[in-house]
């Protein structure tokens, strides 16, 4: 397990990274103070423009997605390889919402969840996005799209992954991603949520 613990730190610094801070630095420009003051994708395309934005969703995936393939290749014949695979990307995930780099104020975790789930579940995740995607066009709120597809993915896994610590995984994913946008849920119940229709 010294090796697990090992990967599951690594995974959590990786998570760490702001990468929306990396890419809005060179143009003088702090995602923590201006927009909508979150390090995610979303805001970094407003600040600096889609294709900003899309590296910074690059970014946020990929530190899902870089831990989780190595501890695929040294726990392939680990009997608690699930589990470990599993575990490698909750950490690089709350290594987004709490990065020790940042004093723990990270991002909402959506770009870094999805990450995670292209590994461990690729068709939970292509429902989810269609539906995200789906709610971002119909209602002009990324915040919907975000809240919708996090909450889709644990309902979708027992039917396409069959794997219950996916499940489990999932679901506490969700309710951190919920409880991360709970400004978010804030302003669209009183009706003051940024759309991206008008942007």
């Not at 090796?3 to 143009?27: C, E, M, R, W």
């Not at 970014?59 to 899902?64: A, Q, S």
């Not at 695979?85 to 290594?95: K, Q, W």
Request: hydrophobic fraction near 50%.
């Amino acid at each position: 397990m010294e090796k697990a613990y090992s990967i599951f730190i690594l995974a959590y610094l990786l998570g760490s990274i702001p990468t929306a801070l990396l890419v809005a630095k060179p143009f003088g420009i702090d995602p923590r103070k201006h927009g909508s003051k979150n390090l995610g994708a979303t805001n970094v395309a407003r600040l600096l423009g889609k294709k900003w934005g899309l590296l910074t969703l690059i970014g946020d995936m990929g530190k899902g997605i870089v831990p989780m393939l190595l501890a695929l290749y040294l726990f392939k014949d680990y009997p608690q390889k699930d589990f470990l695979v599993a575990g490698t990307g909750f950490c690089a995930f709350l290594g987004h919402l709490f990065p020790v780099y940042l004093k723990f104020r990270g991002g909402k975790g959506v770009a870094t969840a999805a990450g995670v789930f292209l590994v461990l579940c690729p068709a939970a995740l292509a429902v989810a996005l269609a539906v995200f995607v789906l709610a971002v066009k119909f209602t002009g709120y990324v915040s919907v799209g975000s809240l919708l597809a996090s909450a889709l993915v644990p309902l979708l896994i027992p039917f396409l992954c069959h794997k219950e610590v996916y499940f489990y995984t999932a679901l506490v994913m969700a309710a951190l991603i919920w409880f991360k946008h709970r400004e978010n849920i804030r302003r669209l119940i009183r009706g003051e949520e940024k759309s991206w229709k008008k942007n």
